[in-house]
């Protein structure tokens, strides 16, 4: 089983709709999590960290299930330039596992 | 302020050559990582370094790769005789210390092994 995994998609959603998605961590013991942007042949960028108490950010929104053992980011109000792959990243004794990504097409 | 950098951006090598990939952490940033990412593929860690500490290195797939990192600042990671399978994104990142803080990824080298 991969350490972390996500839904690739891709999900197709028009402008201004809602898009939600999880990302499962294996280890229990995971210590911090974060969502990453990832624009093609661009390198990650860090789009938000996740806290335990949910949190949020414009239009994203990210949550922590710890007992369920998920991370979710929703997008709310979705434009063109959301339009990307967004990888999820599980913190374990400072090495960073993330998912292979989750493709996001937002169209006109 | 500056980001992270690496060089070179793109590296196409004959299979069988050593190839070496340069990064520059923000400045200040004591964890530096190395990290692959295959076509269509999430980030496979490779190797940390954490100041002065011995680097972790349970990342790297095999006796091929190697890397360093001098004077606690600029890093080198060394692939040698390259095989095609070595094709991929390698990025490096850095976080000002290691732990729970947030890591930030250069713009990587694009290696491709014919």
């Known amino acids: 089983r991969k350490e972390v995994e996500q839904d690739p998609g891709p999900f197709n959603v028009p402008e201004g709709a809602t898009v939600a998605f999880n990302c499962t961590y294996s280890?229990?013991?995971?210590?911090?999590f974060f969502w990453y942007r990832q624009d093609c042949r661009k390198e990650p960028k860090l789009l938000m960290s996740?806290?335990?108490s949910g949190n949020e950010d414009g239009r994203f929104t990210a949550q922590l299930n710890r007992a369920s053992q998920y991370i979710s980011l929703l997008i709310r109000d979705s434009k063109l330039s959301d339009s990307a792959t967004y990888l999820c990243?599980?913190?374990?004794?400072?090495?960073?596992?993330f998912g292979a990504g989750t493709t996001v097409t937002v169209r006109a | 302020g500056a980001g992270v950098s690496q060089s070179p951006s793109n590296k196409v090598t004959e299979k069988g050559k050593d190839v070496e990939l340069r990064c520059d952490p923000i400045?200040?940033?004591?964890?530096l990582y190395w990290y692959r990412q295959s076509l269509g593929q999430g980030l496979e860690f490779l190797i940390y370094f954490q100041g002065n500490s011995a680097p972790d290195k349970s990342g790297l797939p095999s006796d091929r790769f190697s890397a360093e990192r001098t004077g606690g600042s600029v890093s080198t990671l060394t692939i040698q005789r390259t095989q095609q399978e070595d094709s991929a994104v390698y990025l490096c990142a850095s976080s000002p210390n290691a732990g729970e803080e947030t890591q930030y990824f250069g713009p990587g080298t694009r290696l491709l092994v014919l």
């Open positions: 400045s200040g940033h004591t964890a």
């Open positions: 996740v806290y335990s």
């Open positions: 280890n229990s013991a995971s210590q911090s």
């Open positions: 990243a599980v913190n374990l004794d400072y090495k960073l596992s």
